[in-house]
């Protein structure tokens, strides 16, 4: 039996039926990842907004996610983060501190 041939990775993210390149073990195109972040499970949605964060190279994490999305869900996505962690955490805590982003209560 053949292994199945995946689609390849593909940086076009305008294209919806594009496998994203950092979404390197699952198929997943650009129309299903924007699904995913729109999920109305919290802790779904979450965990591919961490893997965008996570993945993405940092100017593509903002075509698929919006600051307020990230401040949001916060708590529930930075235990998701991995080594990506402390780089968004001291993004976010030096817009704090630039009086960008309201502090953290």
């Known amino acids: ?20 390149y950092f979404v390197w073990d699952q198929e997943v195109t650009t129309a299903q990842l924007r699904l995913h972040l729109q999920a109305t499970d919290p802790e779904h949605r979450a965990l591919w907004i961490a ?23 916060w708590p529930r996505l930075e235990r998701h983060l991995g080594r990506m962690r402390p780089f968004w955490q001291w993004l976010l805590d030096g817009w704090r501190t630039d009086g960008l982003l309201p502090r953290a209560d």
Do not use: G, K
């Not at 039996?1 to 294209?15: C, E, G, I, W």
């Not at 893997?51 to 869900?73: C, H, K, N, P």
């Open 51 to 73: 893997r965008v964060m996570r993945e993405a190279r940092y100017q593509d994490v903002w075509r698929f996610l919006r600051l307020a999305d990230i401040v949001a869900s």
């Open 1 to 20: 039996m053949l292994p199945t041939v995946r689609a390849p990775l593909s940086t076009n993210l305008d294209d919806p039926h594009a496998r994203v």
